[in-house]
């Protein structure tokens, strides 16, 4: 076992599908690292076990002192999970290996399909649920698949993690879990912080522009962001909408770009890093986020740290919480009042400027720091009281 660790340090395993490395990687992503990297620095041992992938390069690796452990592939990952928690009930695998021995609590990342760890871990198990999937399973799968998905998340899960600790990130996915039946007092709430602002203030663009963010799937509806672009270029012939990130989603996107007659005026970035991505928020007159569902909206708060303001749909989860509406953004009910807000709002200067500042306070308001502290108060609480062995 590793000596260095203090009689109030705990080792925390956190099973996700994906790292921020990953092509695929998001916003849930993201809220794990920064709470693994917090962890570490309160003292913890992390270790995060997901999928492999071309890009990450060697198979462990160690970042903000988490360590790394890349098994499988997309799907196997789910088994490679599971075997790797039983080889260290054994003393056997990586985990042994590395001197960890088993982990004192399993957090589990319900990324619609959980990783099923009551049924091995043998250790506490802390369901992390960023949102509910209901209205994304049939967007994303077939109709067989979306029934299988959809049964799994809310009949099947719920009663499997009936013993356990659930966080979720809004108050809007708490909601949303303890209406399938998981029990409102088990549910903690930790949003998410905003991560800082590092580089130098940047200038707006000198034309009108609108940025997406995010992963490029279907559920995040970049097509309503064209739509609107389409609508607007008439009286904006100068107006550009940037499309900042990567998805399997992304050629379908180009071609509507193309019928729409609209390529001239989108610019699709790919993958960005995060300079790039300071760059992009920065100069953005308004950030769009018209995604289906969101558990919090990190992107909505990533741009308010710009003093961005962002126009998102009132029924995507989360986002109405990430947001202040009329304030630092504003919230419609359908594609109609999207397009016409986002027009009113790249029109009047003074009220894009006042959410904008209003935003920047708003997003101040999150902070990593505090959401590693709550979080770790669950740690202890969770492994301390045995809860989902």
């Given at each position: 076992?590793?000596?260095?660790?203090?009689?109030?340090?705990?080792?925390?395993?956190?099973?996700?599908?994906?790292?921020?490395?990953?092509?695929?990687?998001?916003?849930?992503?993201?809220?794990?690292?920064?709470?693994?990297?917090?962890?570490?620095?309160?003292?913890?041992?992390?270790?995060?076990?997901?999928?492999?992938?071309?890009?990450?390069?060697?198979?462990?690796?160690?970042?903000?002192?988490?360590?790394?452990?890349?098994?499988?592939?997309?799907?196997?990952?789910?088994?490679?999970?599971?075997?790797?928690?039983?080889?260290?009930?054994?003393?056997?695998?990586?985990?042994?290996?590395?001197?960890?021995?088993?982990?004192?609590?399993?957090?589990?990342?319900?990324?619609?399909?959980?990783?099923?760890?009551?049924?091995?871990?043998?250790?506490?198990?802390?369901?992390?649920?960023?949102?509910?999937?209901?209205?994304?399973?049939?967007?994303?799968?077939?109709?067989?698949?979306?029934?299988?998905?959809?049964?799994?998340?809310?009949?099947?899960?719920?009663?499997?993690?009936?013993?356990?600790?659930?966080?979720?990130?809004?108050?809007?996915?708490?909601?949303?879990?303890?209406?399938?039946?998981?029990?409102?007092?088990?549910?903690?709430?930790?949003?998410?912080?905003?991560?800082p602002v590092t580089g130098a203030p940047l200038p707006r663009s000198t034309h009108p522009s609108l940025l997406v963010l995010g992963r490029l799937v279907p559920h995040k509806r970049v097509e309503i962001a064209l739509r609107t672009v389409a609508e607007l270029i008439g009286k904006l012939p100068d107006l550009e909408l940037v499309v900042a990130g990567q998805g399997w989603w992304e050629q379908p996107?180009?071609?509507?770009?193309?019928?729409?007659?609209?390529?001239?005026?989108?610019?699709?970035?790919?993958?960005?890093?995060?300079?790039?991505?300071?760059?992009?928020?920065?100069?953005?007159?308004?950030?769009?986020?018209?995604?289906?569902?969101?558990?919090?909206?990190?992107?909505?708060?990533?741009?308010?740290?710009?003093?961005?303001?962002?126009?998102?749909?009132?029924?995507?989860?989360?986002?109405?919480?990430?947001?202040?509406?009329?304030?630092?953004?504003?919230?419609?009910?359908?594609?109609?009042?999207?397009?016409?807000?986002?027009?009113?709002?790249?029109?009047?200067?003074?009220?894009?400027?006042?959410?904008?500042?209003?935003?920047?306070?708003?997003?101040?308001?999150?902070?990593?720091?505090?959401?590693?502290?709550?979080?770790?108060?669950?740690?202890?609480?969770?492994?301390?009281?045995?809860?989902?062995?």
């Open positions: 076992m590793d000596n260095s660790r203090t009689p109030t340090s705990r080792h925390v395993l956190f099973l996700n599908w994906r790292d921020t490395s990953n092509p695929e990687g998001g916003g849930s992503e993201v809220y794990v690292e920064r709470i693994a990297a917090e962890l570490v620095a309160a003292g913890h041992q992390v270790t995060l076990l997901c999928a492999a992938h071309e890009r990450a390069g060697a198979a462990d690796t160690t970042a903000d002192g988490v360590r790394m452990l890349r098994r499988g592939s997309r799907h196997t990952v789910y088994a490679r999970a599971a075997l790797t928690c039983l080889a260290g009930r054994l003393g056997l695998g990586p985990l042994s290996r590395r001197g960890l021995g088993r982990p004192d609590l399993v957090v589990d990342v319900c990324n619609g399909v959980p990783f099923f760890a009551p049924l091995y871990a043998g250790r506490p198990v802390l369901a992390l649920v960023h949102h509910v999937h209901r209205e994304q399973w049939p967007v994303v799968f077939g109709p067989w698949m979306a029934r299988l998905g959809w049964w799994i998340e809310s009949w099947l899960a719920v009663r499997l993690y009936r013993r356990c600790r659930y966080v979720t990130v809004s108050q809007a996915s708490r909601a949303e879990l303890a209406e399938l039946g998981v029990a409102a007092e088990r549910i903690d709430v930790v949003p998410n912080g905003t991560p996107l180009r071609q509507l770009s193309v019928e729409l007659g609209i390529s001239d005026h989108v610019r699709f970035t790919g993958f960005i890093s995060e300079e790039e991505k300071h760059a992009v928020l920065s100069a953005a007159w308004v950030a769009l986020t018209p995604s289906l569902k969101e558990g919090w909206g990190l992107t909505i708060v990533e741009a308010a740290a710009r003093s961005t303001p962002t126009v998102a749909f009132r029924y995507a989860g989360g986002v109405a919480e990430a947001m202040v509406d009329t304030e630092t953004g504003l919230l419609v009910d359908d594609e109609r009042e999207f397009t016409d807000q986002v027009r009113e709002l790249l029109a009047d200067d003074v009220r894009r400027k006042a959410m904008g500042e209003a935003a920047f306070a708003h997003a101040s308001r999150f902070t990593w720091a505090a959401t590693g502290t709550r979080f770790a108060q669950l740690v202890a609480q969770i492994a301390h009281g045995g809860a989902g062995r």
